[in-house]
């Protein structure tokens, strides 16, 4: 898991979380993981950024990536990476 707190620049700063990813299975294997982010922050957002490996894609079931991750709000990530340097991601956040 990941808390996001409050950044030292202040109250009302938004920041960016990049989740970048590497060392994906070798060929043949999967090998999944689950990601769970707290926005610890009574006020802010925090913008979620997601960096595909080199020569490899970075897919989201069911749509877009999300941008943000709301103030006081828990978001899930469920990600498999996959051989060929492909991650695919299930995205779902408190509303």
């Given at each position: 898991?990941?808390?996001?707190?409050t950044?030292?620049?202040?109250?009302?700063?938004?920041?960016?979380?990049s989740?970048?990813?590497?060392?994906?299975?070798?060929?043949?294997?999967?090998?999944?993981?689950?990601?769970v982010?707290?926005?610890?922050?009574?006020?802010?957002?925090?913008?979620?950024?997601?960096?595909?490996?080199?020569?490899?894609?970075?897919?989201?079931?069911?749509g877009?990536?999300?941008?943000?991750?709301?103030?006081?709000?828990?978001?899930?990530?469920?990600?498999?990476?996959?051989?060929?340097?492909n991650?695919?991601?299930?995205?779902?956040?408190?509303?």
């Open positions: 898991s990941i808390a996001c707190k950044p030292s620049a202040g109250v009302n700063t938004e920041y960016t979380l989740i970048a990813f590497d060392n994906l299975p070798a060929t043949g294997f999967a090998k999944n993981i689950m990601l982010i707290f926005n610890l922050t009574s006020t802010t957002a925090v913008k979620l950024d997601f960096v595909a490996p080199a020569d490899g894609k970075v897919r989201f079931i069911g877009n990536p999300p941008a943000k991750l709301a103030a006081g709000k828990a978001g899930v990530l469920a990600i498999t990476g996959w051989p060929n340097t991650v695919l991601i299930g995205y779902s956040a408190e509303v």
